[in-house]
């Protein structure tokens, strides 16, 4: 398993950043939409959907990325801005409260399909939004927080892990896991202060900011996964499960990424 996964990392990292920085901007639109299409059929599976009827849903989201976003401008000049600050409100606000009482995703409107269509589509037209104002190196050092986040929480939380984040949602998380992200995530945020000249605090705040939601997404992922009683999202990718086991704390940053950059920058 360990030689699998590694063997699909080898692939899968120089893919990304091959599309990051190579492809015109249409063509980190056309990436962006099969990535978050993906990720849709995969959504569809949490749903309770399935055969034919699993590809409606990646279809929508591919169309929308593809269609709404057909240019290079700042999310304060594009029409589909209200979308992102939709996805922004859904991480802020109703996530936390889901989390909270585990309200089953196949009970609500249309199966979940509705909420999946709006955090994938608000996730990527934010991910296109970025590329085109930060450049492919400001996405990487977005994605850096996430990642930063997740590593440190591993090693803190097998190091020092005694009181369980949430139990009942993903057993292997814990508070002292928590700290040691936010602990990792502050002195990378320093470290960006003072090589791009920001505001510290606003870049503490900010880098904060997006790991507790990343943290949020990653939950709520593997809520929808245990209520399905499925272990991976999918098995696309050997060794790393699906494409929202692998995306799902960016699907959460992302929308929030963009208004903390404009107030930072």
Do not use: N
């Not at 063997?7 to 190579?22: C, I």
């Not at 063509?27 to 962006?32: I, R």
């Not at 290079?72 to 996805?87: E, K, N, S």
């Amino acid at each position: 398993m360990l030689k699998t996964r590694i063997l699909t990392a080898l692939v899968l990292l120089p893919l990304v950043l091959a599309a990051l920085f190579l492809l015109p901007h249409m063509g980190w639109v056309a990436f962006v939409a099969l990535v978050c299409g993906l990720g849709a059929w995969e959504w569809s599976r949490l749903c309770g959907v399935h055969g034919w009827r699993a590809g409606v849903l990646p279809l929508f989201v591919a169309a929308g990325i593809a269609g709404l976003a057909p240019a290079a401008v700042p999310l304060i000049d594009a029409p589909w801005w209200p979308v992102v600050l939709a996805t922004v409100l859904f991480w802020l606000i109703a996530a936390p409260a889901w989390l909270r009482w585990r309200w089953p995703l196949t009970r609500t409107l249309a199966r979940g399909l509705p909420i999946g269509f709006l955090l994938l589509l608000g996730a990527g037209l934010s991910l296109v939004a970025l590329r085109g104002h930060l450049g492919p190196v400001g996405v990487l050092a977005v994605f850096a927080v996430a990642w930063i986040a997740d590593t440190a929480a591993y090693f803190s939380g097998k190091a020092f892990g005694r009181h369980k984040l949430a139990p009942a949602i993903s057993p292997g998380k814990t508070w002292e896991g928590v700290a040691g992200a936010a602990i990792a995530v502050a002195l990378y945020a320093a470290a960006l202060s003072w090589h791009f000249d920001f505001s510290w605090w606003r870049c503490l705040v900010a880098a904060l900011a997006l790991m507790v939601i990343s943290i949020v997404g990653d939950l709520l992922e593997s809520l929808f996964k245990r209520q399905a009683g499925l272990k991976d999202s999918s098995a696309l990718l050997p060794g790393h499960g699906g494409v929202l086991d692998r995306i799902d704390s960016l699907i959460a940053l992302m929308p929030l990424a963009l208004p903390l950059i404009y107030w930072l920058l």
